[in-house]
C-alpha cells in the first residue's frame, strides 16, 4: 500500500504515517488504530509476516546508518545510491507535495527549477533500489513529480508546449501503474485531458481522457472523478452538446458532495470549481447569462488563484457577448491583476482572448487603457 492508502486505511493523517516512519521507533496508537493493525496482521501468514519483518530490519538497519537530517540524509543517498531507504523518499515526497501546494499562485517558470531537480532525484534512485517497497514508494514519488513537471512546464510555456508535457504525464501513469496508485494515475491522466482541450484544441479526445480519469478515480476519491466530470463536461460545451454538459455537471456535483477529509485528494478540491467550471461550459455555449452567474459567484470567493484569473477573463468574455464594455473591461483588469503574480498560461491566454474580442470598441478610453496593459503583461 502507498502511505496514503495506508492512511487512509487506518483513518489517520498522512503526516501521521510519515511521522512514524521517520522517528523509527515503536509508536503507541490509538485502540482503535491498533485494533485495525492487530485485525490485518492476524489473517496475514507466517510467510508474510516473516517478509514483512525482515523488510523492516533491514531498513532500520539502513536508517541507523544515515543521517537524520532530511538534507543531509538526501545528500548522503544520492552519493550512495544504494542505501536509499523509506525515509530518504518521504524526504522527497514532502518537498514534491509542498512545491505542488504552491503552484496555483506561483509562477510555473519560478518552480520548474527545484521541481526539475527533485524529479532528477527522485528518477535516479529510483534506477538504484533493490527494495520493493522502497522501489513502490520511489514510484508513487516519480508519478508525482512527473504530473508536477507536465503541468509546470505548460503552464509556462503560455499552454503551448503539448508534447513535452504529455511526456511527463504519460512518465506519470506508467510509474502510477507500477506502484498500483489510482489517485496518482487518475491525477495524471486528467491533466493530460486539461493538454488536449485547452492545448491541442481537440475537445473529444479531452473528453474522452477526461472521462477514463473520473472511472480510474471514482472508487478512491470523489475529487479527482467531480474535477475530471467537469473537464468532461466542458469538452462537450465546446462542441456545443448542452445536454451530456449539463448531465456532467451534476454528476460532478454529485461527487462533491461526498467529499470528506479521507479524500486522498482533498487538497486538489476547491468550493469555487463547480460555478468555476459551469460558468466556462456556458461560456462555450453561448448563454452568457448563465456563464455571467456562475462566473461572478466563483469570483467573490476564488481569492488570487490561477483558475481565479481564468474565472474573471472569462467573465470578460460573457460581458462582451451581451455587449457590457465597461463590465468587460473591470473584469478583464481583474484577471491581468491576478495574472501578473502568478503568470499563469490559462488566465494569459483567457485575458488575451478577451482582448482581441475588445477590438470593436478600441477607440474607447477604457478599452485602450486595459489592451496596454495587456502588452504590458506580453512584453514582461
Request: aromatic share 4%; with cysteine.
Amino acid at each position: 500500500m502507498s502511505i496514503r492508502a495506508f492512511a487512509a486505511h487506518l483513518g489517520v493523517a498522512v503526516a501521521s504515517v510519515t511521522n512514524w516512519e521517520q522517528r523509527g521507533e515503536m509508536i503507541r496508537l490509538r485502540d482503535e488504530t491498533q485494533e485495525i493493525l492487530d485485525r490485518d496482521l492476524s489473517r496475514a501468514t507466517e510467510e508474510v509476516r516473516s517478509r514483512f519483518a525482515a523488510a523492516l530490519d533491514a531498513d532500520q538497519m539502513i536508517s541507523g546508518r544515515l543521517p537524520r537530517d532530511g538534507a543531509q540524509r538526501l545528500e548522503y543517498v544520492l552519493a550512495n545510491p544504494g542505501s536509499v531507504d523509506l525515509v530518504t523518499v518521504a524526504h522527497l515526497r514532502e518537498q514534491v507535495a509542498a512545491l505542488d501546494a504552491q503552484y496555483d499562485r506561483a509562477p510555473a517558470a519560478a518552480l520548474l527549477g527545484i521541481v526539475g531537480e527533485r524529479h532528477g532525484q527522485i528518477m535516479f534512485l529510483r534506477t538504484h533500489a533493490t527494495r520493493s517497497r522502497v522501489l513502490r514508494d520511489l514510484n508513487a514519488a516519480a508519478a508525482e513529480s512527473a504530473t508536477l513537471m507536465g503541468q509546470l512546464l505548460w503552464d509556462a510555456s503560455m499552454r503551448r508546449d503539448n508534447a513535452t508535457a504529455l511526456a511527463y504525464l504519460d512518465q506519470a501513469v506508467d510509474a502510477a501503474g507500477e506502484c498500483g496508485d489510482p489517485i496518482a494515475a487518475g491525477r495524471a491522466q486528467l491533466r493530460r485531458s486539461y493538454v488536449a482541450i485547452y492545448g491541442q484544441k481537440d475537445p473529444a479526445a479531452g473528453a474522452q481522457m477526461a472521462t477514463q480519469a473520473a472511472a480510474t478515480s471514482r472508487s478512491n476519491s470523489n475529487v479527482l472523478a467531480g474535477l475530471a466530470l467537469l473537464h468532461a463536461a466542458e469538452a462537450h460545451a465546446m462542441r456545443q452538446q448542452r445536454r451530456p454538459c449539463e448531465r456532467l455537471l451534476r454528476a460532478a456535483e454529485g461527487h462533491f458532495g461526498k467529499v470528506d477529509s479521507q479524500d486522498e485528494a482533498s487538497l486538489l478540491f476547491s468550493p469555487v470549481d463547480l460555478s468555476r467550471m459551469a460558468g466556462s461550459c456556458y461560456l462555450s455555449l453561448g448563454d452568457a447569462n448563465q456563464a455571467t452567474r456562475f462566473l461572478s459567484d466563483t469570483l467573490s470567493t476564488a481569492g488570487r488563484t490561477k483558475a481565479a484569473a481564468v474565472a474573471a477573463a472569462n467573465l470578460s468574455l460573457a460581458y462582451i457577448q451581451q455587449h457590457a464594455v465597461s463590465a468587460a473591461v473591470h473584469s478583464l483588469h481583474q484577471a491581468i491583476d491576478i495574472t501578473e503574480s502568478t503568470r499563469g498560461g490559462g488566465g494569459l491566454t483567457v485575458a488575451f482572448t478577451a482582448g482581441r474580442a475588445l477590438s470593436p470598441w478600441r477607440n474607447t478610453a477604457e478599452v485602450q487603457d486595459v489592451q496596454d496593459r495587456l502588452l504590458t503583461l506580453m512584453a514582461a
